[in-house]
């Protein structure tokens, strides 16, 4: 096999903070940059090498910061360019990376380009969004936005629609324009010339659409699926080369691509290793809750993945990008709830293990690992009693729609879907200690906390050297020492079973086998039994010869020359 290219990047962990939900400085109940910067410390105890910022940009926060009014200022939320400024240059004195959230699909409804782009027809930026003449006396297609309703929002001054595939205060930019590609680049070179150390690109594989805008097959609720339509259009390509030419090329960068829709064959041309394009892409198959367990309506779901399927797809993405495309693993971020409850078991008596279990697995493999702030100490999902405890536009206009106007869903189970895999799950306050509002601020939150704060925490998980805190430092140490566990070739096994996940990682003729046990019950495997080699890391002090324990993980070092 030819030798893969190295980079600092495949070999990097990175750390995804949400800034709203991380650390409060100034007692508004918001969390900010200097609160970000106050955990620098505690990071970099951590291990990790990059931070990956959820939008800081100016916003009126329809969509929480991903609705952005001017790409160069900073939210008031979450402080000054002074703050940042800050925060990168300690960052970056503790060698741990920035990496800026870039959303260019579309912007805010009250960013100057729109303010003037709805003023007329013939506005000099009325080409920088998609506007469309009704048809038939309504929309121009039947598309569903991503957050429930149509994507098109009608403007009485001009009467035309505009596109917005989120919501109708988030008006998708027309990257067919190279006027608007000229004002994207532009803004990225700035970030770049202050010195940030990448971009993580929102939704960018929705920036080319289908040219004729057609409507895919009607469903129930009278809206067609735009998926096939925004998702890898003709020229996304194009746009992201061209982007790689005249800026991502000339910086030394950390790049990944958001790529709603995204195939295998078609992260083989973002994520290619001829570096054209981007660095790796973010796909969703394995957390696709319609596809994972059966779904109540759309993505909402009360049923947990089966590790069957979630193999499945993690498996094929390993193996079919060897050697053509570098991949990202995670398992939870902000739009994801959290993993351990999601993919593990929350009970108290197996949150610790099943937590360490899914990040040997994620962890040991090929690719660039994500942790999500609050996973490395196994934080869970919230429990909403009422819509009046979710923050998230998601959900709200889930509800309104699927309970109050369509009664096409109950309530209680709406709710309980919400327990699952709503986005609000992921969004509660970073746990710190178990004081009032567990340390996150001195005044309200502003998103509830999760009330078992009290006993998940940092300070706790500080304080317990069997926590999730120190296996995950303890995962990030041997991917910074073995060349094997970030270059390695992957190869599956045990693809038949119901409850292992097991796989092998080969390099320069070390083989790295790792073994998990997914279920709370013990399960034969003589997968490990008499192994030759050293075990590198294990979520059990003891093991049972044939056997793996609950949720048991082991992973072993074998020098086969």
Same mark, same amino acid.
């Given at each position: ?110 960013? $100057? +380009? ?60 027309? +990257? ?131 590790? $069957? ?16 495309? +570098? ?71 889930? +509800? ?44 309200? $939150? ?116």
């Amino acid at each position: 096999m030819e030798q893969e290219k190295r980079a600092w990047w495949k070999e990097a962990v990175i750390y995804q903070i949400y800034p709203r939900s991380f650390a409060d400085s100034n007692g508004d109940g918001i969390g900010d940059l200097n609160g970000i910067t106050e955990h620098l410390d505690y990071l970099a105890e951590l291990g990790i090498d990059v931070i990956w910022l959820s939008p800081i940009y100016a916003s009126p926060n329809d969509d929480n910061g991903y609705d952005i009014s001017d790409y160069r200022a900073i939210m008031d939320d979450f402080g000054t360019m002074a703050d940042f400024d800050r925060l990168l240059t300690e960052a970056h004195a503790r060698h741990i990376r920035i990496v800026m959230d870039l959303v260019v699909n579309h912007t805010s409804d009250e960013h $100057p +380009w729109f303010i003037e782009s709805r003023k007329s027809k013939d506005n000099p930026y009325r080409d920088y969004y998609i506007w469309k003449d009704p048809r038939d006396g309504g929309a121009p297609n039947k598309w569903a936005s991503c957050f429930s309703g149509p994507a098109w929002q009608y403007d009485e001054q001009t009467g035309q629609y505009y596109l917005h595939c989120f919501s109708r205060k988030q008006p998708d930019l027309n +990257w067919d324009n190279p006027k608007v590609r000229d004002e994207v680049f532009d803004l990225m070179d700035w970030w770049c010339q202050k010195g940030i150390d990448g971009f993580r690109m929102d939704v960018i594989s929705m920036i080319s659409k289908h040219p004729d805008f057609p409507d895919g097959p009607v469903h129930e609720d009278g809206y067609s699926d735009m998926f096939a339509y925004v998702c890898n259009g003709p020229h996304v390509h194009e746009y992201l080369q061209e982007m790689n030419r005249r800026v991502l090329s000339r910086y030394d960068l950390l790049t990944v691509g958001e790529a709603a829709g995204v195939t295998v064959e078609e992260a083989k041309k973002y994520a290619n290793s001829a570096g054209t394009e981007l660095g790796m892409v973010f796909h969703f198959e394995h957390t696709d809750g319609a596809a994972n367990s059966e779904a109540v309506i759309g993505k909402w779901t009360k049923n947990p993945p089966k590790m $069957p399927y979630v193999r499945k797809i993690l498996n094929k993405w390993q193996t079919e990008l060897e050697g053509k495309a +570098w991949g990202s693993l995670y398992w939870d971020n902000h739009d994801q709830p959290r993993a351990v409850s999601r993919f593990g078991n929350d009970a108290p008596q197996w949150r610790v293990k099943s937590a360490k279990m899914l990040a040997t697995v994620l962890h040991m493999q090929k690719g660039t690992p994500y942790i999500y702030q609050g996973e490395e100490i196994g934080m869970t999902n919230m429990h909403f009693h009422s819509v009046a405890d979710c923050a998230d536009i998601e959900e709200k206009n889930a +509800w309104q729609e699927l309970v109050v106007d369509k009664k096409l869903v109950d309530g209680k189970t709406l709710l309980a879907c919400f327990d699952t895999v709503a986005r609000d799950n992921a969004r509660t306050p970073m746990q710190w200690d178990d004081t009032q509002n567990a340390g996150f601020t001195t005044g309200k $939150p502003w998103l509830a906390l999760n009330p078992n704060y009290t006993d998940i925490n940092v300070k706790a998980a500080l304080a317990d050297k069997d926590s999730v805190f120190y296996y995950y430092q303890q995962l990030i140490k041997l991917r910074h020492t073995y060349p094997i566990i970030v270059y390695g070739r992957f190869r599956p096994l045990l693809e038949d079973s119901g409850e292992i996940y097991a796989y092998q990682r080969e390099l320069d003729g070390q083989v790295l086998t790792v073994a998990a046990n997914w279920t709370e019950r013990e399960v034969p495997c003589n997968l490990l039994d008499g192994l030759p080699g050293r075990e590198l890391i294990a979520n059990y002090a003891a093991h049972k010869n044939g056997w793996l324990q609950p949720y048991e993980a082991r992973v072993i070092l074998t020098d086969k020359s």
